[in-house]
């Protein structure tokens, strides 16, 4: 089993920034990826972006190219999201999530297997 617990989320003007991290814990050692998703009140849970221990490959969503950085610190089993010019639409819950196998990109719920409590991200208009 893997554990996920993400911290830094928090309120927020639209223009600011946030930085989300996310600790995994347990049986980490195969995970091969790791991403951030986020689910606005009445939404869908939706792709944010994701990263590939191997080779640190990323991946992100078109709404958030260019504002957000996904990294990971592999020694501390950690993940993070930078979060730059931050916008009303960016408010949700974020979750953090990790898989193992080699496919990639990995950009659909259903294509992971641990996930975190979430964090709240509120960006005023």
């Known amino acids: 089993q893997v554990q996920l617990v993400e911290s830094g989320g928090g309120f927020v003007q639209a223009g600011g920034s946030l930085r989300l991290s996310c600790a995994a814990s347990g049986r980490t050692s195969s995970l091969s990826a790791m991403a951030w998703f986020r689910q606005a009140p009445g939404q869908e849970r939706e792709f944010v972006a994701a990263?590939?221990?191997?080779?640190?490959?990323?991946s992100y969503a078109e709404s958030v190219k260019g504002r957000f950085t996904v990294s990971g610190d592999n020694g501390k089993n950690t993940l993070y999201l930078q979060m730059n010019t931050l916008k009303f639409d960016d408010t949700a819950v974020y979750y953090c999530?990790?898989?193992?196998?080699?496919?990639?990109?990995?950009?659909?719920?259903?294509?992971?297997?641990?996930w975190g409590q979430g964090t709240q991200v509120t960006v005023s208009a």
């Open positions: 990263l590939k221990w191997t080779g640190a490959l990323t």
């Open positions: 999530a990790a898989t193992y196998g080699v496919i990639w990109p990995k950009v659909r719920r259903y294509e992971y297997s641990y």
